[in-house]
């Protein structure tokens, strides 16, 4: 019902916001509410017309393939509100400009007159059509029809009431701080549609390999009871979820996040995503790490397993004593990782950063994809690759990265290398190539503990020569290991040229599951 | 720099492939009903052995063993293939990480 409501009187205040700024652009022009009123009549059949045809395809599917028909609705329903929502969040400062300036337009003559019908049909319709979809995805998911009504009229009621009190300005509302509250709320919304999808899918027998239960707590709080069914559609909350709900939750939750940040970054508008993203890293541990614009420290292997879900943590922190902003810096990310296929992994990163005296600031967005090539043991070297793509979020470049990983057993020790290039893109780019290199060897001495070293160096640009002490090189010991589920390695790197911190205390921890 | 980075990453690569594996000694084993069919497999020290690794059951299994440095997921019902060695003689314990209780054996390079 809460759902519902909340929905709807969204939907329905930005139908009446839109008529309302036509309203007002248009005082003087002569039949204007018959342009308005054929507008709204037409995108009100429009909507209806796609929820009886919603109905047809939901009839037709009964019996076969209903699991599959109820997630195919949610996932549209998911898609267009999220897709609304940061459609909003870009468009939102600059929809009364505009909606006036047609408006004018009409009024002045310069514009035909249905166009304003037209803006208004197509409100009318696309929010409308959420609506319906919601719906649809609500009652198949076992809402029923009467909590669903009602939250629908009271968010009839209600959006309407508080569009046209602000029409006739009889109210003051911080548009800013209304659409980031429902805003805020229908993010958590689209990703629960998400994994309630992703449930009926697993229903009907996909994602085996992903599929079993990560947790079970319905002794404590069962979803069908009246908290729980409202955490459920509010929040997405199911008492056994499979593990595909979780990570399609969580990867919903963070890309909308990530996306209304980038939207909010490039209008300098508040900080509600920042404060969002923030909130997510701060469930971290607290901790370390490095610093400047270099990347943390870690040597991939070529492998990949498939079916292999990993949380992955990794930080680090400088100290320097001439180097000021290096003293005390650090950088954290955190990233979830899929082993796709016996051959490909994909990884997404979030990063934060922070220099001495300065705040701690969420800097950047990553994505990878590792592909192993050969077989571990096949040939005399085991080769994989690595594409990396970086989206600034802090007003630089964004970065790729393509790194040929490289390893060799040689009786109990392991070694690895990484073969990095470099390149900024985008706005602010810089128009040259960078070249990295990283080592590391370990002994095998027991799962739990495997000590050895690695060896850093990034050269800069390749495109002119450069002096050592401009390059960045690092070495030092690093343990690694496996405890439980949980990966690690820590190490202290020694910085060995002048334009690298003195020291640099690392860690990187994994979370595996195997499906 | 630039052509030295280049071409020392480019003969890597070509390193790889051109030292292919020469013909490797096959062998092979079978999952069934979470077991390992033989649960002790000989093979030659000081040569690179492929292990073929036919899973009959209808779960996945995992082949792992600390000591060769490898893990290996096998389908349901498919085959997966490890490539070990060359190996010092000794005994090298390997395991279903996905039924661990039933699923073990050991390789023997002699």
């Known amino acids: ?515 | 720099m630039a052509r030295l980075f280049a071409v020392s990453i480019f003969s890597a690569v070509l390193a790889v492939f051109s030292l292919s594996a020469h013909a490797a000694d096959e062998f092979r084993l079978t999952i069934k009903d979470h077991r390992f069919q033989p649960e002790t497999l000989e093979i030659p020290a000081g040569r690179k052995v492929k292990i073929t690794i036919a899973n009959e059951d209808p779960t996945p299994e995992e082949f792992e063993s600390y000591e060769l440095n490898r893990e290996k997921v096998i389908k349901g019902n498919s085959t997966g293939v490890v490539f070990i060695g060359p190996l010092d003689p000794g005994a090298y314990p390997f395991f279903g990480e996905f039924n661990m209780s039933t699923a073990k054996g050991q390789i023997v390079a002699k």
């Open chain 1, 1 to 515: 019902m809460l759902s519902s409501a909340i929905v709807v009187f969204r939907e329905v205040f930005e139908i009446v916001l839109i008529v309302g700024i036509v309203l007002a652009a248009t005082k003087n022009m002569p039949h204007r509410r018959k342009a308005i009123a054929i507008g709204f009549g037409g995108g009100l059949l429009g909507a209806c017309l796609i929820a009886m045809f919603t109905d047809t395809i939901s009839n037709m599917a009964e019996g076969v393939g209903q699991e599959y028909f109820n997630a195919g609705v949610l996932f549209a329903a998911a898609l267009m509100i999220g897709w609304t929502l940061l459609w909003m969040k870009k468009h939102g400062r600059h929809m009364k400009r505009h909606f006036q300036d047609i408006g004018q337009a009409v009024s002045d003559g310069k514009a035909p007159f249905l166009t304003l019908s037209a803006i208004i049909a197509l409100a009318m319709l696309r929010e409308g059509s959420e609506i319906v979809l919601f719906s649809y995805g609500m009652l198949a998911a076992g809402q029923s029809t009467l909590s669903l009504a009602t939250g629908a009229a009271i968010g009839i009621v209600g959006g309407v009431a508080v569009g046209t009190l602000l029409y006739m300005g009889l109210i003051k509302l911080s548009m800013k701080v209304f659409f980031q509250v429902t805003s805020a709320l229908l993010i958590f919304l689209v990703a629960g549609m998400m994994s309630q999808a992703f449930g009926f899918l697993v229903a009907a027998g996909g994602f085996e390999r992903l599929s079993q239960t990560v947790w079970d707590s319905s002794s404590i709080l069962n979803d069908s009871g009246i908290l729980g069914k409202s955490l459920n559609t509010m929040f997405g909350y199911t008492a056994r979820p499979a593990a595909i709900q979780v990570i399609a939750y969580v990867l919903t939750l963070g890309t909308l996040i990530m996306l209304m940040k980038l939207i909010e970054k490039d209008f300098k508008i508040v900080k509600a995503g920042q404060t969002a993203a923030t909130l997510m890293l701060a469930a971290l541990p607290v901790a370390l790490v490095p610093a400047q614009a270099h990347a943390t420290k870690k040597v991939y292997s070529p492998y990949v397993e498939q079916g292999e879900l990993e949380l992955e943590w990794k930080g680090s922190i400088t100290h320097d004593d001439d180097e000021e902003e290096a003293d005390g810096a650090w950088e954290q990310k955190a990233g979830i990782g899929y082993g796709v296929t016996d051959w490909l992994f994909l990884e997404a990163y979030g990063e934060v950063e922070k220099e001495n005296n300065e705040d701690g600031k969420f800097t950047a967005v990553e994505f990878e994809g590792k592909v192993q090539l050969t077989d571990p043991g096949a040939y005399w070297l085991d080769v994989g690759l690595l594409g990396e793509y970086e989206i600034n979020t802090d007003g630089g470049a964004d970065k790729v990265e393509a790194k040929l990983l490289l390893a060799k057993d040689t009786g109990p020790f392991t070694h690895m290398a990484n073969l990095g290039l470099e390149r900024e893109v985008g706005d602010e780019s810089e128009d040259e190539t960078e070249g990295n290199v990283s080592w590391s060897t370990r002994y095998r001495y027991k799962p739990s503990f495997e000590p050895g070293f690695e060896i850093h160096s990034d050269f800069g640009s390749l495109s002119d020569g450069s002096e050592f002490d401009e390059e960045e090189h690092q070495a030092g010991p690093v343990i690694y290991g496996q405890l439980g589920a949980f990966k690690y390695d820590v190490g202290y790197l020694v910085g060995l040229s002048d334009s690298t911190p003195d020291g640099e205390g690392k860690a990187n921890l994994e979370y595996e599951w195997h499906f």
